[in-house]
């Protein structure tokens, strides 16, 4: 069946440092992945997304990059800040699908 | 346009008492999701619906039952509260393929059940 995991479920980085985030997911038959950020508290929000037809995207300070051959995804986050404080999810929706699978999440941390 | 709203926010139930989880949308999505996320833990989803009159069951179903009748609200109700549903519950909802599949969500509700 689907599934969608990370690698990683804690990951802490340097107030200005490069952030990865890394996922992998087992449905070679997805076609669209997404990427969302979780503060505390609050209903998750939309980062980025990459259809499978891609194998990049960036957005402002963010990068995606899907590797097809062996199922993983991942996050860029360029010049991590405090507000990048939150959990990250990846999730993936199989072809055809009317819904999306989600990871179990990476908890990024900002050391000053 | 207000986005996603939830109500209420917070909620204690004794077990075996109900309860109906309020989702409304303003953006005319036909789609809506609901999910429920445990401590630590990723989204899981309960029900879905493509489209007002249409729903259908997610990975988690069990104790939950779900409504559409209009295209802006996707009430979810509980039926003999469990401690095992103690969790925080997030309606989303989506334009919907072939246009987009970016889920927008609610700020939750946060269910405690004793």
């Known amino acids: 069946g689907e599934s969608v995991g990370l690698h990683l479920p804690t990951l802490s980085v340097q107030e200005g440092d490069n952030s990865i985030i890394n996922c992998a997911y087992s449905?070679?038959?997805?076609?669209?992945f997404i990427w969302y950020k979780q503060e505390s508290g609050k209903g998750p929000q939309f980062i980025i997304d990459?259809?499978?037809?891609?194998d990049k995207r960036q957005g402002q300070r963010v990068t995606v990059l899907l590797n097809k051959t062996v199922k993983h995804l991942s996050l860029q986050i360029a010049a991590t800040q405090p507000g990048d404080s939150a959990v990250y999810f990846c999730?993936?929706?199989?072809?055809?699908?009317?819904?999306?699978?989600f990871g179990q999440g990476t908890r990024l941390t900002i050391n000053p | 346009n207000a986005g996603v709203t939830q109500t209420p926010k917070f909620r204690i139930l004794k077990i075996g008492q109900s309860m109906t989880l309020q989702c409304a949308q303003d953006m005319n999505h036909n789609y809506m999701y609901w999910y429920r996320q445990d401590p630590g833990m990723g989204l899981k989803l309960i029900y879905y619906?493509?489209?007002?009159?249409?729903?259908d069951k997610g990975e988690v179903p069990n104790g939950y039952n779900v409504s559409r009748s209009t295209t802006e609200d996707f009430p979810l109700r509980l039926e003999l509260a469990a401690p095992s549903q103690t969790s925080v519950y997030f309606c989303?909802?989506?334009?919907?393929?072939?246009?987009?599949?970016?889920?927008?969500f609610g700020p939750g509700t946060r269910l405690t059940v004793t």
């Open positions: 999730a993936e929706r199989g072809a055809g699908a009317q819904k999306l699978v």
């Open positions: 990459i259809r499978s037809n891609m």
């Open positions: 989303a909802s989506s334009r919907g393929q072939p246009i987009s599949y970016e889920q927008y």
């Open positions: 449905n070679s038959a997805s076609d669209y």
């Open positions: 619906s493509v489209g007002a009159g249409i729903t």
